[in-house]
């Protein structure tokens, strides 16, 4: 069972991986005659308004420990599970996963694993993550080019970038993209339950007041947000 890191509604980039390793693996236990691999979850009650990797270590631990997370053990029973995330930074998921693993019902039996696509000590430098992920972000002209260019698997942490953005760099933003890119985008939003986070709550309204105006077939599906 793969299992990527926890997640509210709207999927990390460890849910993207977990799903591309997934199918790769699979393949290979097919050609050795083993069962295929099953995709897990561990679910959260609460997403964060800031972006995790901007975080310092006490604020991650602050929120982490304020969530409420859980799984279903009945899922896990008598399986290899393999946590897998992108990037482990200061290990505070990695130790919230393994609270979740140590509370298991004891007539639920497994093993498990934690693997990550990149390791790297942040404990001295918790921002780490987010300077790889926003090196060569230049604003939302570059979430565009990457969306034109190299297809765009929206997560929560571009979701947040280009919500957070100031009006008018988000507004022109809009402007660019495709009928189906911008009811994606707010579907997820509302999922996220952004549209009623004042920090999002203007830039949600306004996406979905664009969609209507723009797309008329969408007035009678898109409810108000407000």
């Known amino acids: ?52 990797a901007t975080m310092s270590v006490e604020d991650r631990n602050t929120n982490i420990n304020n969530d409420i997370y859980y799984v279903d053990y009945n899922l896990w029973k008598d399986k290899f599970i393999i946590v897998l ?24 039996q ?16 918790p921002v780490i993550e987010d300077r790889m992920n ?9 979430i565009d080019y990457i969306i034109k260019n190299h297809g765009c698997l929206l997560n929560t942490r ?24 911008l009811s994606e985008l707010l579907i997820l939003a509302c999922g996220n339950n952004y549209h009623n986070n004042s920090v999002y709550i203007t830039n949600c309204k306004t996406l979905q007041n664009y969609i209507s105006c723009t797309f008329p077939v969408h007035k009678n599906k898109i409810q108000s947000i407000a």
Request: charged content about 25%.
């Open 134 to 142: 926003t090196h060569s972000m230049k604003g939302l002209k570059s």
């Open 1 to 52: 069972l793969i299992v990527p890191s926890s997640h509210y509604y709207v999927p990390t980039a460890s849910t993207y991986l977990v799903k591309y390793f997934t199918r790769k693996l699979n393949v290979k236990l097919a050609l050795n005659n083993c069962k295929p691999s099953d995709i897990g979850r561990i679910y959260r009650q609460y997403t964060y308004e800031n972006d995790y």
């Open 158 to 181: 571009i979701l947040k970038y280009i919500l957070k953005c100031n009006f008018e760099e988000f507004f022109e933003f809009i402007q660019y993209q495709s009928e189906e890119f």
């Open 85 to 108: 995330d992108d990037v482990r930074v200061t290990g505070a998921h990695e130790r919230r996963a393994l609270e979740l693993i140590q509370k298991a019902p004891i007539d639920i």
């Open 110 to 125: 497994f093993e498990y694993m934690f693997m990550y696509f990149v390791n790297v000590n942040g404990l001295s430098d």
